[in-house]
């Protein structure tokens, strides 16, 4: 299957120069494509790919669209059945590409599939960013299995089985382009920031698997574009948290079997309550004297409020008329709170979350 591994650069030029030769080298022997589409950056990025690398295929985009809207232009004039988002300070290993593609060809069921991401500045440690997978909590909260809130595992092998998961990193994914397509790619409102899972969402409830393929490895270095300080990130969390709900979690309730009017209901008093958690994370962000981040989740939810499509119970009915006979499985939601979890469990926490996959 003919594979198109596209990383989408701005304003990274150290990373491309350190990770490129790896990555090159890993897929030589391969049936795939190195791309590297530029969201117009003002760093030297193009010059040096010009000059370091000039047999490596360019997209050059005319401005910072961001992870949703670069992607989507980049890929839209891309031929492949196979697509692998990757950031650039990904560093791979000499094995890493074979295991997805292989995954991939022989379940054709599966949407998406990802490998391991260590960190790279810890090497044996699980990366914030998608450690072994990641899953949802009953509010909407992304967690990982490696990584919940901000505790990190070790890896020692506790994640060493193939397994379908609620979603996935965007810092290296392996997507069947037929089905980016067939749902529109990433969703353009989000620029960046949860994306990913948004995406990995729609494809299960298309009846799509989202699967972890350990026997794949990659280094993450993550933050290389916005550190985890930055107010501006918050936002985009918060704000995308809740266009994701907004997307998915009635869809989620039909398949689970509720009635659309009973789906509807149950989505909006999910939203509105974990929109009163975020005040209470607001108020505690003003009190502890960080109005920057106070200000953020104000902005994101009134952002939300403006950008939010809503659906009503007709469109779910309608949705709800082409599920198939067998329904739909939606793996890695957690029923419980993942917060609450953690604080109640501590490091125990990994065992006691994985048992309730």
């Not at 150290?14 to 190195?34: C, M, N, Q, T, W």
């Not at 509807?264 to 975020?278: E, G, N, P, S, V």
């Amino acid at each position: 299957m003919h594979s198109a591994i596209v990383i989408l650069n701005w304003n990274t030029v150290d990373y491309l120069r350190s990770f490129l030769p790896g990555l090159l080298d890993s897929v030589k022997d391969a049936d795939a494509e190195v791309i590297v589409a530029d969201s117009a950056s003002t760093d030297s990025s193009m010059a040096m790919m010009q000059s370091e690398f000039p047999s490596v295929r360019r997209i050059e985009l005319d401005k910072n669209y961001g992870f949703t809207g670069g992607y989507n232009r980049a890929l839209a004039g891309i031929d492949a059945e196979l697509f692998v988002l990757m950031n650039s300070d990904i560093e791979v290993t000499p094995d890493w590409f074979k295991p997805l593609a292989d995954w991939m060809e022989s379940h054709p069921d599966c949407g998406a599939c990802a490998p391991k991401l260590h960190s790279w500045y810890e090497r044996d440690s699980f990366e914030y960013a998608g450690a072994a997978g990641g899953r949802i909590d009953r509010w909407g909260y992304p967690f990982c299995r490696g990584r919940v809130m901000n505790k990190l595992e070790k890896d020692e092998g506790q994640y060493d089985s193939p397994v379908d998961v609620f979603w996935a990193s965007g810092a290296c994914l392996m997507v069947r382009s037929s089905l980016w397509k067939q749902l529109g790619g990433l969703d353009d409102r989000f620029f960046a920031h949860m994306e990913e899972i948004d995406l990995c969402w729609r494809m299960q409830l298309e009846g799509c698997r989202i699967s972890i393929v350990p026997e794949s490895l990659v280094y993450h270095i993550g933050g290389g574009t916005l550190p985890k300080s930055s107010p501006w990130k918050l936002k985009l969390n918060y704000r995308n948290n809740l266009l994701m709900l907004d997307n998915n979690l009635a869809k989620s309730f039909v398949a689970d079997g509720l009635s659309p009017r009973k789906a509807l209901r149950k989505a909006r008093r999910i939203i509105f309550l974990r929109m009163i958690l975020d005040g209470g994370s607001a108020l505690m962000y003003l009190l502890t004297g960080k109005a920057s981040y106070f200000k953020a989740v104000i902005e994101a939810h009134r952002e939300f409020k403006r950008l939010r499509r809503g659906s009503d119970a007709a469109q779910l009915a309608n949705w709800a008329e082409q599920l198939p006979p067998e329904g739909i499985c939606i793996e890695g939601r957690y029923s419980g709170s993942m917060i609450l979890a953690s604080m109640l469990k501590g490091n125990d926490v990994f065992k006691y979350l994985e048992k309730r996959q």
